[in-house]
């Protein structure tokens, strides 16, 4: 209670006037997903991000919501390890999963990538048909009988609501999908390969309003199968599909630091930090 009381009387110091809300302004979950341990990450001698711890629960949905240049997608990005991809990049603190620090030595990171998967801004279906694109990590794995592919693509499509749209036409091109089918073609294609981890970086960016309704609505049916972690600019879509946000700020020099994390809720009602109050209601950002 004293703590509780003692973070009231600085932020009613910081805001005269009117109080702010009687809670930690980072909330971590017990038992979480994933989360993250006083993570510092470089690209060079660049500090992206600075000392940012964060948890996101199992079987929710997590908003990352903040400016541009603020290490969102950065975040996003080192949950996976597709950071490792850029030969600059370094990583400090600890990335977990469950129990398993990922960036141990003894991970498989190919392994790693089709439990945590992942949705980027624009659809990235692969140059081959819509059938063989979801059973491709099937096949990754070693043979597969015809029917169990057959049945991973049905119910992966069936799933991502695209199934009705291209059950007569699996043979074609997936690159002949509208935006918005190859995006939920992606979305079949990390569920076949069995993520339980869904890393999604501002995924409806390139899409349309309808198609954009339609992944939402493919979130919140997935929500308690599998973990979404979304970034997004789009503050009513953080607001409509998530259970918990958590906002970031560029601090000194530039670094991306965590300022708020709690539920959506509370936090887009009654934000603890003044700054996120701020951000949600277009003052800055």
């Given at each position: 209670m004293a703590s509780e009381l003692s973070i009231l009387g600085r932020l009613q110091?910081?805001?005269?006037?009117?109080?702010?809300?009687?809670?930690?302004?980072?909330?971590?979950v017990?038992?979480?997903?994933?989360?993250?341990?006083?993570?510092?990450?470089?690209?060079?001698?660049?500090?992206?991000?600075?000392?940012?711890?964060?948890?996101?629960?199992?079987?929710?949905?997590?908003?990352?919501?903040?400016?541009?240049?603020?290490?969102?997608?950065?975040?996003?990005?080192?949950?996976?390890?597709?950071?490792?991809?850029?030969?600059?990049?370094?990583?400090?603190?600890?990335v977990m999963v469950g129990d398993q620090n990922v960036y141990a030595p003894e991970v498989d990171v190919a392994?790693?990538?089709?439990?945590?998967?992942?949705?980027?801004?624009?659809?990235?279906?692969?140059p081959m048909s819509i059938y063989d694109n979801v059973v491709y990590s099937l096949r990754l794995d070693g043979?597969?009988?015809?029917?169990?592919?057959?049945?991973?693509?049905?119910?992966?499509?069936?799933?991502?609501?695209?199934?009705?749209?291209?059950?007569?036409?699996?043979k074609d091109a997936a690159t002949g999908l509208s935006g918005?089918?190859?995006?939920?073609?992606?979305?079949?294609?990390t569920l076949a390969a069995g993520s339980d981890i869904i890393l999604m970086d501002e995924p409806c960016a390139a899409l349309?309003?309808?198609?954009?309704l339609r992944i939402e609505e493919l979130m919140r049916d997935l929500r308690g199968t599998v973990t979404i972690i979304i970034v997004t600019h789009n503050l009513q879509q953080a607001a409509r599909v998530s259970d918990y946000t958590a906002f970031m700020l560029m601090g000194e020099g530039r670094a991306g630091e965590l300022v708020e994390l709690g539920k959506t809720d509370a936090?887009?009602?009654?934000?603890?930090?003044?700054?996120?109050?701020?951000?949600?209601?277009?003052?800055?950002?």
């Open positions: 110091e910081s805001q005269p006037g009117k109080g702010r809300p009687a809670r930690p302004s980072i909330v971590q017990d038992h979480p997903a994933v989360s993250t341990r006083n993570v510092n990450a470089r690209y060079g001698p660049f500090l992206a991000l600075r000392n940012v711890s964060i948890s996101a629960p199992k079987g929710e949905i997590t908003a990352i919501i903040g400016p541009s240049g603020c290490g969102k997608s950065t975040l996003l990005r080192s949950l996976n390890r597709i950071n490792d991809l850029i030969p600059s990049f370094s990583l400090e603190g600890e392994s790693l990538r089709r439990r945590v998967g992942m949705l980027f801004q624009r659809p990235a279906p692969f043979r597969q009988s015809k029917r169990t592919l057959d049945d991973a693509v049905e119910r992966c499509l069936q799933q991502t609501a695209l199934w009705e749209e291209v059950k007569d036409r699996l918005g089918q190859q995006q939920r073609l992606c979305l079949a294609r349309d309003p309808i198609s954009t936090m887009f009602k009654d934000p603890v930090d003044k700054r996120t109050e701020d951000y949600i209601t277009g003052r800055f950002g």
